[in-house]
């Protein structure tokens, strides 16, 4: 059901303007880690103009009111509730308390209860019993279809324009520190909600945006499904050793594709034809070896 409380009363995750754990709040009830620099600064950011649209109701537990429990604790919504918190403590939450206030009696609130409140924050209190940890983890989880791999990595292949392509080095190792230019501007194409989740503690990008990107170049330089499948595992030498190689002629063959698709195209399937035989080849001499 709808209520409004007072943003003192909410307990979140975290402290919104330091990112500090709350020590109060079951570190259970938060998968994902609201303390990070890339999720404060979202909190920051989203705090300077808040959407009310975004803030009221929704059938989702991704979006609307906060949900939280009978105690006052967040159980879905941290980054949303630490976002109104921090507005109130910074002076940029005026038009949200107006408009809650003028909204009140379409959540069935009282708008004098309301306009008596200091700081009023308009929740969803949990009514019913749930195993708290798993309602957070699945609070959490988008229930839209998810893409698979090589639509994922088609789609952003889309968002990797001349300029991006411009800044990937010779050096065909993404994780070397010459090519953080190029996964940065990757990383702003994705927008700060969903590039948050590629940044470690440090800021730095995390190995599962090098393997994402890695996806994406090999689907805009080369447009066969198959080099997806052959080079996921990089720990091998041998491939580690073929995918730099991909990575350094990327640019090339991204420029021949604009001038002749055709061509590039076929070029492609030979060269994924003559990695798939290397590597099958490289297999076979492994088994001969082991039996020998």
């Known amino acids: ?106 959540f069935g609130l009282k708008p004098e209860k309301v306009k008596a409140m200091k700081r009023p924050v308009l929740v969803r209190i949990r009514t019913s019993k749930v195993d708290r940890a798993a309602f957070a983890i ?20 889309r968002r990797m324009d001349d300029g ?10 993404l994780a070397a520190a010459e090519n953080v230019p190029f996964l940065s501007a990757f990383l702003r194409s994705l927008g700060e909600s969903e590039a948050a989740q590629y940044s470690t503690t440090d800021g730095k990008p995390s190995s599962p945006l090098t393997a994402r990107v890695q996806a994406a170049i090999f689907a805009k330089a080369y447009a066969d499904d198959r080099l997806l499948e052959l080079t996921a595992d990089t720990a091998k030498p041998e491939i580690a050793n073929i995918v730099k190689a991909l990575n350094h002629a990327a640019p090339e063959f991204i420029q021949a594709a604009a001038m002749d698709p055709d061509a590039t195209s076929a070029a492609t399937g030979k060269l994924t034809d003559a990695v798939e035989k290397s590597l099958n080849q490289k297999a076979v001499d492994a088994l001969l070896g082991a039996s020998n």
């Open 1 to 106: 059901g709808y209520s409004v409380i007072e943003a003192d009363h909410l307990i979140t995750s975290h402290n919104p303007s330091t990112g500090d754990a709350n020590p109060a709040f079951p570190a259970e009830l938060q998968p994902r880690d609201r303390g990070r620099d890339a999720s404060i600064a979202w909190v920051k950011k989203t705090s300077q103009n808040l959407d009310p649209d975004l803030l009221g109701k929704s059938r989702r537990a991704d979006s609307g009111a906060p949900i939280v429990g009978p105690d006052g604790v967040v159980e879905s919504g941290n980054g949303r509730t630490m976002a109104v918190v921090l507005a109130y403590q910074s002076g940029k939450a005026d038009d949200y308390r107006a408009w809650l206030e003028e909204e009140a009696g379409y």
């Open 138 to 157: 699945e609070a959490n989880q988008s229930d839209t279809l998810a893409m698979t791999a090589t639509e994922k990595a088609k789609s952003d292949a």
């Open 164 to 173: 991006m392509i411009a800044l990937m080095t010779e050096n065909g190792d």
